[in-house]
């Protein structure tokens, strides 16, 4: 069974920048893709951004050049760089993993909120 630990969420103002981290009990070559979504309240899980082995990425067309998805694979681990910050980024951000963009296995969120 694969785990994924989130972290890195807080609260930020406007305009500010946050990184997520993900760690996995597996190494990331295990997983085809390794990916971030988000929820916030009345609206449904969404893509943010996601990384497949041979490093293809796809982000959402909201979070285009101000979020870069990377990965340590020495570390098991893939980071989420949030910068410029808008107050419709708050959300809870979940880390995701599997064989496509959308994987099986799912970390425990982290929320995000941007509040001036």
């Known amino acids: 069974q694969v785990q994924l630990v989130g972290s890195g969420g807080g609260l930020v103002q406007p305009g500010g920048s946050l990184r997520l981290s993900c760690v996995s009990s597996?190494?990331?070559?295990?997983?085809?893709?390794m990916n971030w979504y988000r929820q916030s309240p009345g609206k449904e899980r969404e893509l943010v951004a996601g990384?497949?082995?041979?490093?293809?990425?796809k982000y959402a067309e909201s979070v285009k050049g101000r979020f870069t998805i990377s990965t340590d694979n020495g570390k098991r681990t893939v980071y989420l760089q949030m910068n410029r910050l808008k107050v419709e980024d708050t959300a809870v951000y979940y880390c995701?993993?599997?064989?496509?963009?959308?994987?099986?296995?799912w970390g425990q969120g982290t929320q995000v909120t941007v509040s001036s």
């Open positions: 995701n993993a599997g064989s496509d963009w959308r994987g099986r296995y």
């Open positions: 597996t190494s990331i070559f295990s997983m085809n893709a």
């Open positions: 990384i497949l082995l041979g490093g293809i990425t």
